[in-house]
């Protein structure tokens, strides 16, 4: 299984300069690969190959005196650029024959330095290393100062640069995981669990427990409502309109830095205790476009779903999706009985048939694990199996804490 690592960066002013070099190289040359391709179209000829396509804005425009400034770079960069058009359009027209999930995609657009990410790839033939002085030594670039917070696995296949809209750069390996030493990681155990995701608490769980949401951007209104009045009261295109900017990005990173430490710490303490994990399918982009968007984007749960997906593939858990019209909020736990819908502001009812007084999430986290046939695995049955495919672009987790940290 692959996944990704990142870490901080840290370029000094000329490896700055470099990297923004070869961000704009990078850039050119994705852009001349969309427009060869659209001219092609245009004419009715077939599109250029890859390999064309490299002989022509890589080789060629290196000789000429337009393009002679992509000789500054590493070729390897230059390529990778060529390789991402060619996903981008592989993808798009994948999404119109309808074979690839998702929403449909649109044909690949032109890049800008404007863009609010920016990223060079440097493959193993880049001849990129990590110095003994725990620098990363990139070609055409130096030796760049690493902020290591943990060690690799493995020894990673590439690396990516990427620069985020706060300014901030970023290395990202890419790591083939051991599944025997991941297996020796996270011992099996006997234990399940169901999950109600909500909003009052981000997380309800079948034995009582309840996860009070953290509520990041809730908490970070006030500053980033000052950050982006300063913003909008500086001229466009002034040096102090700039700092502004970066100002405003910052403070939103933050935020979503420590939204991305939370669900990573909960969804590892999840897996790490529990074999089976069952969670409700729910639609995030439809509630989101209702009066609870705002809450509902700042609670993430699309994200922290998707870590316990891979997660569990990782550690050979079984993580079960039960349908998002499943009544797990109307439905007794105790005898099945179905009751009336409920408005939201109802937290605990009674069951009119056996008089049981429920907790609205605590009894829907019950239906939801019942659903998904975990519950009777805590008796000694073995879980239902079901694999789940893993994410490649997640990031690697900080570890398995023992006790919860402050975000």
Request: net charge positive; hydrophobic share 35%.
């Amino acid at each position: 299984m692959q996944l990704r690592y990142s870490f901080r960066l840290y370029p000094d002013t000329g490896q700055q300069n470099a990297l923004a070099r070869a961000f704009g190289c990078a850039r050119v040359v994705y852009n001349d690969a969309v427009c060869a391709r659209e001219h092609a179209r245009k004419a009715g000829r077939p599109f250029p190959t890859v390999g064309q396509l490299s002989t022509r804005l890589i080789t060629e425009a290196k000789r000429t005196a337009e393009r002679a400034w992509l000789g500054d770079v590493s070729a390897v960069v230059l390529q990778q650029s060529l390789r991402d058009a060619e996903t981008a359009y592989r993808n798009f027209f994948a999404s119109l024959k309808g074979t690839r999930k998702g929403p449909k995609l649109g044909p690949p657009r032109f890049k800008s330095r404007k863009d609010t990410r920016q990223s060079v790839r440097f493959t193993a033939n880049a001849r990129w290393s990590i110095t003994p002085g725990g620098r990363l030594n990139l070609p055409k670039i130096g030796a760049v100062k690493v902020k290591w917070s943990r060690t690799l696995p493995a020894v990673p296949s590439s690396v990516t640069v990427v620069k985020d809209a706060a300014g901030r750069f970023f290395a990202s390996f890419v790591v083939d995981t051991d599944p025997a030493a991941d297996a020796a990681r996270m011992p099996e155990t006997d234990r399940t669990i169901g999950i109600d995701l909500g909003l009052t608490h981000f997380a309800a769980l079948s034995d009582g427990t309840k996860i009070d949401s953290p509520r990041f951007l809730r908490r970070a209104e006030k500053k980033l409502k000052k950050a982006q009045k300063e913003l909008s009261r500086k001229q466009k295109g002034s040096k102090n309109r700039a700092k502004a900017r970066l100002k405003v990005a910052r403070a939103h990173a933050k935020v979503a830095d420590a939204r991305r430490e939370f669900h990573h710490q909960l969804s590892t303490r999840l897996i790490s205790e529990n074999q089976g994990i069952a969670v409700e399918d729910l639609s995030v982009a439809g509630l989101a476009r209702t009066r609870l968007a705002k809450s509902v984007h700042d609670a993430g749960w699309a994200s922290f779903l998707g870590m316990l997906q891979y997660k569990a593939e990782r550690y050979g858990r079984t993580l079960v999706k039960i349908g998002r019209f499943e009544p797990t909020s109307q439905t007794c736990s105790t005898c099945g009985v179905k009751d009336a819908p409920k408005p939201l502001d109802v937290r605990e009812w009674t069951c009119a048939a056996c008089g049981a007084v429920h907790d609205r999430d605590h009894n829907a986290a019950l239906n939801v694990e019942q659903a998904a046939g975990l519950a009777v695995s805590a008796c000694g049955a073995p879980v239902r199996p079901g694999a789940i495919s893993a994410q490649r672009e997640e990031t690697g987790s900080h570890g398995f804490p023992t006790q919860p940290r402050a975000a």
